[in-house]
């Protein structure tokens, strides 16, 4: 692999974190485009960016004064925005945040929901940050204890709102969604941090997990046997932060050869299985053009092609339009890495260069329409940076070995084996 080339991919997706967050906040934007960068903040953006820094820091794109400073910001303004049950001055409730918040105003945008998912996205980037920033000075003291507070206070059981599973989220005009985290996908990440919670009144007993293993789709797709999820995302998220390979709960420990990160390996060469063979016969889709994901689309109604969608192939579902997601290659980087750098590579230099930018890739393109999105998504620049950097170091996959709560919240959902012995 061409070195010069990965060094390029991850300083440019870095770009999008540190030259378009707001630094009088640390809020990072849900989305944003060449000529419009007044988006909303996204939480779980914010998450990714606070582990993004910390990759900038170690490939010398920031210094780790200036990547501790952003932090400090970052978390002292979900420490002192206001939270409760008012619905229009408030951003969060119970340790939660809402999914988007002003990125003036640090407050609710609009009537989005309070997030379990994207706070737990967000909790994963504030205890890469606490367990990274360990020296003895001002601001790497802080940056610590607003982490474990930030931490502490979220109250997992209330989320469950009495039931078996978390709920999606919560709103104060509405109440708790009639939705909850069920089925292989995302939620990993947010099960183990809730298991893993020191506040015995607030943290979710070990018997969670297997109540939502037990709702996985097992199956073959593509000739693959593995736990079944459509969009690329959910088998790479929680994977940016935990090092699965070799560890496993029980469910694994029942599929001799399997484990979460060979499951994400099997789910990616899959997906890129399916975009191979195109059945729908779209424009440009092989061995190096592939990957489907949530991401822009050309619009609702235009030949039958949607704007925003969680496109997707497993045995769960197909969700295809011709619309391929760099991210969806690039966020599987250490699952198939010969696929991937291919991949990207392919995708850097399509149409000359019009999807690759200073900020990295923009969201999609869908090259039956001959369409190229405008806009860079925050949750898809941070999987290509930081599972690039697992791939080349492991950074974050060591860090996070280190942090109390992560391991507490692993053995607790019964993992053994591995790292963990």
């Known amino acids: 692999m ?9 300083r440019t997706h870095f770009n999008f974190f540190w030259k378009l967050t707001n630094t009088a906040n640390g809020l990072v934007p849900d989305r944003a485009s ?3 960068n007044e988006a909303m903040s996204s939480i779980a953006a914010t998450g990714f960016g606070l582990t993004a820094y910390i990759v900038g820091v170690e490939r010398g794109f920031v210094t780790r004064d200036e990547a501790a400073q952003r932090t400090v910001v970052t978390l002292r303004t979900f420490n002192d925005a206001p939270k409760g049950t008012d619905p229009v001055f408030s951003a969060g409730y119970k340790g939660f945040f809402y999914h988007f918040l002003n990125r003036n105003t640090s407050l609710r945008e609009g009537q989005n929901e ?6 737990g996205l967000l909790m994963a980037g504030i205890l890469s940050a606490q367990t990274y920033y360990d020296r003895d000075n001002a601001v790497e003291n802080e940056i610590r204890r607003l982490a474990d507070e930030l931490y502490r206070a979220v109250d997992w059981k209330w989320a469950m709102n009495e039931g078996e599973l978390m709920s999606l989220g919560w709103t104060p005009e509405s109440g708790f969604q009639p939705y909850t985290w069920q089925g292989y996908n995302e939620a990993m990440i947010l099960y183990i941090l809730a298991i893993g919670s ?8 070990g018997s969670v997990w297997n109540r939502w293993t037990a709702t996985y789709n097992y199956s073959s797709f593509q000739n693959y046997e593995m736990v079944n999820f459509s969009p690329l995302f959910g088998h790479q998220y929680s994977h940016m932060w935990i090092d699965f390979a070799g560890i496993k709960d029980a469910f694994m420990r029942s599929k001799p050869g399997l484990d979460y990160f060979e499951n994400s390996r099997r789910a990616t060469l899959a997906n890129r299985s399916y975009c191979i063979e195109n059945p729908s016969k779209y424009v440009g889709y092989g061995a190096d053009i592939w990957g489907l994901t949530a991401c822009d689309g050309p619009g609702a109604g235009t030949y039958g092609k949607w704007a925003y969608h969680a496109r997707g192939a497993s045995a769960a579902g197909i969700a295809d339009d011709g619309t391929i997601a760099p991210t969806a290659a690039g966020g599987s980087f250490p699952f198939t ?12 230099s399509y149409k000359n260069g019009a999807l690759y930018t200073d900020y990295g890739f923009l969201d999609s393109f869908n090259p039956s329409e001959d369409w190229i999105d405008g806009w860079w998504l925050g949750i898809d620049q941070g999987p290509i940076l930081v599972m690039l950097e697992n791939y080349r170091t492991q950074l974050i996959w060591k860090l996070m070995k280190k942090n109390a709560y992560i391991v507490n919240g692993l053995k607790g959902a019964g993992f053994t084996g591995g790292w963990l012995n």
Request: net charge negative; glycine share 0%.
């Open 2 to 10: 061409d070195e010069t080339l990965l060094n390029d991919l991850q």
């Open 34 to 36: 060449a000529t419009n």
């Open 114 to 119: 309070l997030s379990t998912i994207d706070t």
């Open 198 to 205: 020191p506040e015995t009144d607030k943290k979710l007993d």
């Open 337 to 348: 890495p010969t696929e991937s750098y291919a991949a990207l590579k392919a995708m850097k």
